[in-house]
């Protein structure tokens, strides 16, 4: 057993979804286009740092260091890979599209995550 907790890392999608989905929300109202944009650039942060999250945060403890260390590795790896595709596909599949939204969001809920995690660690 360790005594280190588990980082409260569920909270930052929890609070960037919390402000992406009203955002599309009351964005579909003035232009469906500009919604759906919104929508796959944040989706693009989102998903990729769960995935992260789930993966780089599994073990806990100065016996499992080489598990953490490889997870981690794997975790940034596989973010960086589900960023790749998921920008490639949106701007493959969803037409018509407006770039700016997309890029916008994606940079955006980026910023939230890096807020919300340094007050996460602040606690």
Avoid: C
Wanted: avoid cysteine; aromatic fraction near 10%; glycine fraction near 8%.
């Amino acid at each position: 057993m360790t005594s280190i907790p588990k980082p409260p890392v569920h909270r930052i999608p929890v609070v960037q979804l919390g402000v992406l989905l009203p955002l599309v929300v009351g964005l579909w109202w003035l232009d469906p286009v500009l919604a759906k944009s919104t929508l796959a650039g944040g989706l693009l942060s989102v998903i990729p740092n769960l995935y992260f999250s789930a993966y780089a945060f599994r073990y806990r403890g100065a016996r499992a260091a080489r598990l953490i260390t490889h997870a981690f590795k794997m975790g940034e790896t596989g973010k960086f890979m589900l960023t790749l595709v998921g920008f490639a596909g949106v701007f493959v599949l969803l037409k018509p599209i407006n770039v700016a939204a997309v890029f916008i969001t994606y940079i955006a809920l980026t910023v939230i995550q890096v807020v919300v995690a340094a007050r996460v660690i602040g606690r």
